[in-house]
């Protein structure tokens, strides 16, 4: 695949990219049907739309409940879309990708167990079965920077590591967001009508919570995250902040309770700056801020004894830590 042009949110004519996309769409699946799966993020809703304008009913989306999503996440979006006029059916996969990810420890074999997962045993059979020929999905430019420079594999880049998903997956993937970084897909959104809510979303991981433990992944351990998730959210909504996130550290540590030492839970909160996520600076979070957040991980998360805050800078750590 040639190197991808990349266009700056500053020089985006929406209007223009927008016509210029739903034309591509339509053209590529001409009379037939495309599937795409919507997470919430603003890159899958993005996309969703841009499809639903191309294509109306002959898009199928779908949100696949994978157990490793926000809380609430599935009931929001499926409301959400339903009233922007786009049917969302909700397949169940838990099981699917908690086995997947059993007894892995290493990040990128967790990350290629949820792709494999993903696009050859869940999507591979809802394409088949549909038979649609062609995948609609947000990857981003960023997507691809971070794949190809080998920082970590993102769970939707193929061509740029050789892969045919045609040969390896059965269908054809369309991708009308790789030009564009973060800030641009949010014009994007904005443009296509999408609630503000969900343009201005702080970005979410592919893998999901999957990348917010550190370790083997395990349906335990993603209910302890999820809560600290949702607390982090909470309290840091109102910094302005590009990212925000808990992550369980995999090592128990020393804590005490009720006068008796216990090997509790760690929670690292992670809050960042950034305009296009390829580099990013810790928020000066207030100390206020961070002592309610610490009170509350440890009060409303069970086993947690230890809350950390993450002040390195991006590079050299990333935004996730798997």
Known sequence: MAQVKEVKADQLDVNAFIEEKVKEISQAVGSGEAINALSGGVDSSVVTMLGHKAL????????????????????QIVDVFDGLGVKVEVLEAQDKFFNALRGITDPEEKREAITQTFYKDVFGKLVRESGAKYLLQGTILTDIDETVAGIKRQHNVFEQLGIDPEKTFGYKILEPLVQLRKDGVRKVGQALGLPRQMFTRIPFPGPALAARVIGEVTKEKIKTVRVANKVVEEELSSTGAFQYMAILHEDRVTGMRDNKRDFGLQIEVRCWDSVDARVATPTKVSFDVL????????????????????????????????
Do not use: W
Request: aromatic share 6%; glycine share 8%.
């Open 56 to 75: 109306g009913s002959r898009l199928k989306t779908y949100f696949i409940n994978n157990g490793l999503m926000r809380e609430g996440e599935q009931e």
């Open 291 to 322: 002592d309610t957040l610490a009170k509350r991980i440890v009060k409303e998360v069970p086993g947690v004894v230890s809350v950390t805050y993450n002040i390195a800078t991006k590079p050299p750590s990333t935004m996730e830590v798997v």
